[in-house]
């Protein structure tokens, strides 16, 4: 059986088993597979709420890219293109 886990008094210190030296009518802490568990879940939520947040991002950039170029044509085609590859370049960086 696991020791009880309990918030400590002193943060420096975490976690106590000891009623003693824990905050007083603090509810026991989980146990540290299911700790490590929840803070591996909340990581991978984060990771998929950034790329969510990149692919959309992207797709308004690609769609106001496409206004300028029918708009101005190729008064900004280079510059437009150069923006296109450095988006393309985010996307390797952040799409992962």
Do not use: C, H
Request: charged share 40%; hydrophobic share 35%.
């Amino acid at each position: 059986m696991d020791s009880p886990r309990l918030l400590a008094r002193r943060s420096e210190l975490g976690y106590t088993d000891r009623l003693e030296t824990a905050v007083r009518d603090e509810p026991e802490a989980v146990d540290a597979s299911t700790q490590a568990r929840l803070t591996r879940q909340a990581g991978q939520k984060a990771d998929q709420k950034r790329r969510q947040a990149w692919i959309d991002a992207r797709q308004r950039i690609v769609g106001e890219l496409e206004v300028l170029r029918s708009t101005f044509g190729p008064t900004v085609s280079n510059e437009l293109r150069n923006m296109r590859r450095e988006l393309d370049r985010l996307d390797s960086k952040l799409a992962r």
